[in-house]
């Protein structure tokens, strides 16, 4: 078995949000690096890189994860999700960041990224959450410039649309 260097370098394969991508890395690269570094898309952000601050994360298919902590080669052959995947498309905001922006729950913006793909993670599993589980989501997260109350509201408005637009689509189809 041969033994790795950390100056070895190989490919790494993976979709990101919907799109097949390849690029190098040293075994040792995190995913938050090899995201802004190699691919060159920057909305995700990285503060503390020890996991607590949560403005790294992303999804990694379909659950929440610290992009500061996780090695580049860890999501070969996964579907990755960053914040410029939550769009519908160009121009057009999602409906949880849409919600963010008429609640003000953004300001300088750095932890937003990885607010919003926590919420969304979490808002596709319990799509009619309590206060407080958002609370609980949040609470993995450092926001120095909100408070977080726009925030919760922004997130259980969000949770309202999405509600009402599948009962709507169930009742169309149905």
């Known amino acids: 078995m041969p033994r790795l260097s950390a100056a070895q370098r190989h490919p790494v394969r993976f979709r990101l949000n919907g799109e097949a991508v390849e690029g190098i890395a040293e ?8 995201i802004r570094h190699e691919l ?3 909305g995700t952000h990285v503060g503390c890189e020890h996991g607590v601050c949560g403005a790294c994360t992303v999804s990694i298919d379909g ?10 080669a860890q999501v070969e052959g996964c579907e990755v999700r960053t914040v410029e995947g939550l769009a519908p498309e160009p121009g057009r905001l999602s409906v949880l960041q849409a919600a963010f922006r008429r609640h003000h729950a953004l300001q300088c913006g750095f932890c937003t990224a990885g607010i919003l ?3 969304d993670v979490y808002l596709r599993a319990h799509p009619a959450p309590t206060e407080p589980e958002i609370r609980e989501v949040l609470s993995g997260h450092l926001c120095r410039c909100t408070g977080y ?3 919760v509201r922004a997130a259980m408005d969000a949770a309202a649309e999405l509600s009402l637009s599948t009962r709507q689509e169930d009742v169309r189809y149905v």
């Open 63 to 72: 659950t929440m994860a610290r992009s500061c902590l996780t090695l580049a």
């Open 40 to 42: 060159g898309r920057t």
């Open 149 to 151: 109350a726009p925030i």
């Open 27 to 34: 075994p040792r690269m995190l995913l938050a690096d090899f």
């Open 117 to 119: 793909m926590s919420l």
